[in-house]
């Protein structure tokens, strides 16, 4: 393909990335009629009921989209515009992404997969104590495990190094994807340590911005991504094109 036919394709998935991240959110919430506290505990999805197991389902199969699999050319093409800054460096980090990608749809696709048979073996009533006892477990094991302890450190890695050497020339989408970066690694810092206040504060932005970061970075890539940002003392985002 052409660059600028690969730029399209960034723009495309990345702005839908972000959208579709968003509608997930809705439909996780849907699926336990808008109860914020049961949102923030997904082990107790097991007694939903199987109707709202597939609503669960389908916000699992959208978060594997949404979150990960449409930035995979969003993080090739950020590597290669990059790279000429820091070679070196952004090897580091393009893998740090594309490792956070894979993990953490990895992650969506297993609770798509287990968490609706286990709700509707569930509902039958057969053997509750062991399959509550197996919810909990996959459950933890992604969560716990593969999403806010390992793919947020990559994460981190990912926005925090790209968002360095962005800074340098568009200021405000580069301040942004480092203050994402730091919002994962709080939220992984929050896990490791015990701390659900930490990773709870850094979890969240990451779910709203995340989203927003995404679809800014497809809006920059419609336009060539050769647009410079800067801040005015009146608080307003200016656009240099050409820069």
Do not use: C
């Amino acid at each position: 393909m052409k660059q600028w036919q690969f730029k399209h394709v960034v723009a495309i998935t990345a702005i839908a990335s972000g959208i579709v991240a968003l509608a997930m959110m809705v439909v996780g919430m849907a699926a336990v009629k808008f109860d914020f506290a049961a949102f923030e505990d997904p082990s107790a999805y097991v007694s939903i009921g199987s109707e709202a197991g597939r609503l669960v389902s389908l916000s699992m199969v959208m978060d594997m989209f949404g979150y990960y699999l449409l930035l995979l050319p969003t993080a090739i093409f950020l590597g290669d515009y990059l790279k000429p800054r820091n070679p070196q460096w952004m090897q580091l980090f393009t893998f740090s992404g594309l490792a956070y990608i894979i993990i953490g749809a990895a992650g969506a696709a297993t609770l798509a997969a287990t968490w609706p048979f286990l709700i509707n073996l569930y509902e039958q009533g057969q053997q509750r104590e062991t399959i509550d006892l197996i919810f909990k477990t996959v459950t933890t094991v992604v969560y716990g495990g593969l999403w806010n302890t390992l793919e947020m450190n990559l994460a981190g890695v990912w926005w925090l190094g790209i968002g360095l050497l962005l800074v340098r020339e568009q200021r405000v989408l580069g301040s942004a994807t480092i203050v994402l970066g730091i919002a994962a690694f709080l939220d992984a810092a929050g896990n490791i340590l015990g701390m659900p206040a930490l990773a709870s504060s850094g979890l969240t932005f990451y779910l709203f911005f995340g989203p927003v970061w995404a679809i800014w970075i497809g809006i920059l890539a419609a336009r060539g991504f050769n647009v410079r940002w800067k801040l005015s003392f009146g608080g307003q985002v200016t656009a240099i094109p050409g820069v």
